[in-house]
């Protein structure tokens, strides 16, 4: 990119100011979803969990200063500790179940129109949520699946 493309990109990116109590948040909660990738094992993810915790709990009353730096070292920490193949739900984009036996539509399988009583009264999208106009999240006829912001367009 060009520096007249990174100028237009600056201008319009919104800059969140967040107060260090939500990015410490923040941090926790990305920490915990890097130890998941890591821990298989729900008991060993468990105990690793409770020592991140007594970790961040340690630091709770550190001076302003202080927290800074500790926040910066931790968010390094993160970055040096991120999983080269991250765990994702599986019946999201990118997971392993995305998409793998979808229901039919009902008009494939009643083509004459004569749905029974039990049979479902909404459509569902391919992350199977359901389909609402006024979400968004529509889907009819092809769907454009984005794997990096698991979006449906």
């Known amino acids: 990119m060009n520096?007249?493309?990174?100028?237009?990109?600056?201008q319009f990116r919104?800059?969140?100011?967040?107060?260090?109590?939500?990015?410490?948040?923040?941090?926790?909660?990305?920490?915990?979803?890097?130890?998941?990738?890591?821990?298989?094992?729900?008991?060993?993810?468990?105990?690793e969990a409770t020592n991140l915790r007594a970790r961040f709990e340690a630091q709770r009353d550190a001076n302003p200063a202080a927290a800074a730096r500790i926040l910066r070292?931790?968010?390094?920490?993160?970055?040096?500790?991120?999983?080269?193949?991250?765990?994702?739900?599986?019946?999201?984009p990118g997971g392993s179940l995305f998409m793998r036996n979808p229901p039919p539509p009902l008009e494939v399988c009643f083509p004459d129109g004569n749905y029974p009583a039990d049979a479902p009264k909404i459509t569902i999208n391919p992350d199977f949520s359901e389909c609402k106009v006024e979400t968004g999240k529509s889907a009819t006829g092809q769907v454009v699946v984005d794997f990096y912001t698991k979006n449906m367009t």
Not at 37 to 43: G, Q
Not at 73 to 92: T, W
């Open 3 to 10: 520096a007249t493309f990174r100028a237009a990109r600056e």
């Open 73 to 92: 070292e931790g968010q390094e920490e993160l970055f040096e500790m991120s999983h080269p193949d991250p765990y994702c739900v599986p019946h999201m």
């Open 14 to 47: 919104q800059k969140v100011d967040l107060t260090h109590t939500q990015e410490v948040a923040r941090l926790y909660r990305k920490s915990l979803k890097v130890t998941l990738s890591w821990c298989i094992d729900r008991e060993i993810f468990n105990e």
